[in-house]
């Protein structure tokens, strides 16, 4: 069982950057690939980026992919997603995600965090 806090959510404008950080607590974090999800107000939930097991495969949905980088470090039992050249359309509430299936579908995660809320305003 793994147990997700989100944090580093917060207000900024168009064009800046934050940084997200994930903590995890529990015994096989490692053997988790990990994600982060994002949900806007009124919008399904939206794959934004995983890493699987070792660290070592990143995948981004296709909004994000340049702008977003997804790491995590096993040792520290962490994970973080780098947001730079932030739009307003990044406007949600983000997510981590743990599960066994490393990918964009959002089923396959077992355990999630309870959100933090990114704003980017113009």
């Known amino acids: 069982q793994v147990q997700l806090v989100e944090s580093g959510g917060g207000l900024v404008q168009a064009g800046d950057s934050l940084r997200l950080s994930c903590a995890a607590s529990?015994?096989?974090?490692?053997?988790?690939?990990m994600g982060w999800f994002r949900q806007a107000a009124g919008k399904e939930r939206e794959f934004v980026g995983s890493i699987n097991l070792s660290g070592t495969r990143t995948y981004y949905a296709d909004s994000v992919k340049g702008r977003f980088t997804i790491s995590r470090d096993n040792a520290k039992n962490t994970m973080s997603l780098q947001m730079n050249s932030l739009k307003p359309e990044d406007t949600a509430a983000y997510y981590c995600?743990?599960?066994?299936?490393?990918?964009?579908?959002?089923?396959?995660?077992?355990?999630w965090g309870q959100g933090t809320q990114v704003t980017v305003s113009s």
């Open positions: 529990g015994r096989t974090f490692s053997t988790y690939a």
């Open positions: 995600a743990a599960g066994r299936v490393f990918g964009s579908d959002s089923v396959r995660y077992d355990y």
